[in-house]
């Protein structure tokens, strides 16, 4: 296994693990300030759950940022595409690791002010979407930089196109001239005769 396919490989960790860890922790302490709030006041569980729900937006977020380099990692693949792939991955993960975690810290405080009787559910939520915006740049950044990928590898392919293309050529030229001289040869021999 080479290192440029090692570097991907742990960029795709980075990118779908750590975001994904953030989710969990997000959504469990979330969970637990409305386990606390459910003593409270009952009535509010949707809301809770709603809340409870939002850190775990950036795993799915680690998911999209996967498929998108996915079809970039394969042996042999050029060390500048493991690079970007490995630092998409870094990015996602500080990303979606701080926001997840941040977000969590707002919906959870909204989760024990609606326990305590206020009706903060729609003001929770515009508060909550700030730091979801964070980890959507994220996204967008990886998107951008899948694309410089894409556009690196075309620019690769069509270098070894030039140089199959040479090669062919080379071929092509080194049969005509066998057939030439295979072709004069044969007009020796039957001159001969």
Not at 29 to 40: E, I, N, S, T, Y
Not at 63 to 80: A, K, L, N, Q
Request: overall charge negative; glycine content about 12%.
């Amino acid at each position: 296994m080479s290192t440029s396919l090692i570097l991907a490989y742990v960029g795709v960790v980075l990118m779908v693990g750590v975001s994904g860890l953030a989710s969990a922790v997000g959504t469990a302490r979330c969970g637990m300030a409305a386990v606390g709030a459910l003593k409270k006041n009952s009535g509010a569980f949707g809301s809770y759950m709603i809340l409870s729900a939002l850190p775990g937006s950036q795993g799915l977020y680690g998911f999209v940022g996967y498929f998108m380099v996915s079809g970039y990692i394969c042996e042999g693949m050029p060390m500048i595409t493991s690079v970007g792939i490995f630092g998409a991955g870094l990015l996602m993960a500080i990303v979606c690791l701080s926001s997840a975690i941040m977000q969590s810290k707002v919906c959870a405080n909204g989760i024990a002010a609606i326990g305590n009787g206020n009706d903060v559910m729609g003001k929770t939520l515009i508060l909550a979407a700030f730091p979801e915006l964070y980890a959507i740049l994220g996204v967008a950044a990886t998107f951008l930089i899948s694309s410089a990928i894409s556009t690196q590898g075309l620019t690769d392919q069509k270098d070894l196109n030039k140089d199959y293309t040479k090669a062919e050529l080379t071929t092509e030229q080194a049969k005509v001239e066998g057939a030439i001289e295979f072709s004069e040869e044969l007009a020796k021999d039957q001159a001969n005769k």
